[in-house]
């Protein structure tokens, strides 16, 4: 999988742009469930976290920046 410009910005799960954004580009490239996402940004380590249902994972990539 890799990041693409258009994978670079927020996207919210309430979002109902046409456009898609990350969490619906990952979730069409993984064949899930939008919804079963989650990205989290944690400010105590400067890192965002993407959980997926009740797996954490950090996110690799900065591809997108802190709110």
Known sequence: MSPTNDNHKMASLDDDDDD????DN???E???RKEAFQLEYREE???WILK??????YVKHQAVQPP
């Open 20 to 23: 898609l954004g990350f969490l």
């Open 30 to 32: 993984l064949r899930v």
């Open 26 to 28: 990952l979730a069409l």
């Open 52 to 57: 997926y249902e009740n797996d954490v994972r």
């Open 45 to 47: 380590t400067s890192r």
